[in-house]
């Protein structure tokens, strides 16, 4: 930490920690205990990190929604525009924020989790002081856990065509790049588009979820290449050649 010696005069910063520093998990978090949490099940512990956006108003109104013992739901933790961190659940408890879905054909993705929302209406770019403080987060996460990168995955990988969070805007490379997500590299393999070949590799990266085609497409297509439009082609392919080879 590095503090510096107090001025005469001014006392020194008290030894006990404070009831927040003992309470989270994360540097720099602001506890903000919501009621909506269970026990992980069967013992599970985190392998996944789940990304979100509130597609609400403001962190405010999701802070107040995430404790909001009616709602049922929650999430470990809320990102602010302004980097602000709140830490809703503890990370060894089992937080609501999944639902239905699976990934790499295991369910009950809220025992195998931890979850992250970004505050964000889900229209707009999210801001930089925001993305920064989740690059904050994400390493303590993963080590505390042991979960690789490929682990990092967002809540429209787990549940096609039910959710698009963290949607298209939501810059996943950036995050490839520093190791904090599965990466990607375009193969260049030869060869045409075969819809059961892009079905299989789906599936092989994680999306085992049974929905039709063009549903896995359009989940496929928020995680790796939310620019691709129209019909499945070569790219969609290649783009899940790579991240099977990184799983
Ligand atoms: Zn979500």
């Known amino acids: 930490m590095g503090m510096a010696t107090p001025a005469p005069g001014i006392p020194r910063r008290s030894a006990v920690p404070s009831r927040t520093e003992a309470t989270v998990d994360a540097a720099g978090a602001i506890w903000h205990p919501s009621p909506n949490f269970g026990p992980r099940r069967d013992g599970l512990t985190p392998s996944l ?3 979100h956006y509130t597609a609400m108003e403001g962190a405010a109104s999701a802070l107040e929604r995430l404790c909001d013992p009616v709602a049922e739901v929650s999430a470990h933790y809320l990102i602010g525009q302004d980097g602000t961190l709140w830490q809703m659940v503890r990370e060894t408890d089992r937080a ?135 019909a499945l082609c070569s790219e969609d392919v290649d783009v899940l050649r790579a991240a099977t080879l990184n799983n």
């Open 49 to 51: 990190v789940v990304i």
């Open 96 to 230: 609501w924020h999944a639902g239905a879905g699976e990934w790499h054909g295991q369910g009950d993705i809220n025992s195998r989790s931890v979850g992250i929302e970004l505050d964000n209406r889900g229209d707009h770019p999210f801001a930089e002081a925001q993305i920064a403080a989740l690059e904050r987060l994400l390493p303590q996460i993963l080590s505390r856990w042991g979960i690789a990168p490929q682990g990092v995955i967002g809540h429209s990988d787990m549940a096609p065509g039910r959710k698009f969070d963290p949607g298209p805007r939501f810059d996943w490379q950036r995050l490839e790049r520093q190791n904090l997500a599965g990466g990607r590299a375009f193969s260049g393999a030869p060869g045409g588009v075969s819809t059961d070949e892009f079905v299989r590799l789906a599936c092989d990266a994680g999306f085992t979820s049974d929905v039709d085609e063009d549903t896995l497409l359009a989940a496929v297509r928020l995680r790796y290449r939310p620019w691709g439009q129209g």
